[in-house]
């Protein structure tokens, strides 16, 4: 992971096409420092090509762009309000959003424009960035290209690229012609699976009892007002 002070990089993945790329992105993400996966929509992923490396990742899941926008942009809390009551929370990143994108706008990736924590968000292997997508993004960067036989870079190929421009860690030690490792930590609830945090369960199973109840009394309404004209033709007859 990353180093606990300092600039962090976050990866956002959503509507990536072949799951397995998700595993080969955690690799690349773990060797330049990424501190966490944001999964938004299915929270299961392929762990093919990680070759261990999602077990020293923190993974986060969101049902929407909406969602995950919020939680990386949230600010944390004052002083003043934290004495109130109010702890600085982990989920306050107040990140910027890179869309990684050629876009009107886009910055060349070898400029560094980046201030601050940053989000990495990157397109569909096949149509890049959706609207709604660039609709979250604070700004974008691209990858010059210098030869003419092919006009985009696979999508695990262009995060690698990027999280090694963001950068600015100390490099890890080596071990002959290897990267030392980092201890294994402790091992998630479910392997390839992104388990939701407690709060999210329970808000998640409170809302579904409350579209349950209305979902029965709207039958029962129905029930009844079918029953009455049924009645009613009954003895109209």
């Known amino acids: 992971m990353a180093a606990a ?3 962090e990089s976050l990866v956002v993945v959503h509507n990536v096409a072949k799951r397995h ?12 420092g990424v501190s966490e996966i944001v999964l938004v929509g299915r929270r299961d992923f392929n762990a093919f090509g990680s070759h261990g490396s999602t077990t020293h990742l923190r993974f986060r899941h969101f049902h929407s762009l909406s969602q995950a ?16 009551g109010h702890p600085l929370l982990p989920e306050e990143r107040d990140c910027d959003i890179c869309g990684v994108e050629i876009t009107d706008g886009a910055v060349s990736v070898t400029q ?33 290209q210098y030869g003419g036989g092919t006009s985009s870079l696979n999508v695990t190929v262009a995060a690698s690229i ?68 049924s009645l009613a033709e009954l003895f109209s007859g």
């Open 5 to 7: 002070e300092g600039p």
């Open 21 to 32: 790329n998700v595993g080969t992105m955690a690799r690349s993400a773990t060797a330049f």
């Open 69 to 84: 926008r919020l939680y990386l942009k949230a600010r944390p809390a004052p002083s003043a309000a934290r004495n109130l």
């Open 112 to 144: 560094h424009p980046f201030r601050k924590s940053t989000a990495f968000l990157l397109g569909n292997e096949g149509m890049g960035l959706s609207a709604k997508e660039c609709e979250i993004c604070d700004f974008f960067v691209y990858i010059p």
């Open 162 to 229: 990027v999280l090694h421009h963001f950068g600015g860690f100390p490099e890890r030690s080596r071990e002959g012609n290897k990267f030392t490792l980092a201890e294994k930590p402790v091992k998630q609830t479910r392997r390839n699976y992104c388990a939701e945090p407690v709060e999210s369960i329970i808000e998640d199973r409170k809302s579904r009892r409350e579209n349950a109840s209305r979902d029965f009394f709207d039958d029962n309404r129905t029930d009844s007002t079918e029953s009455t004209n």
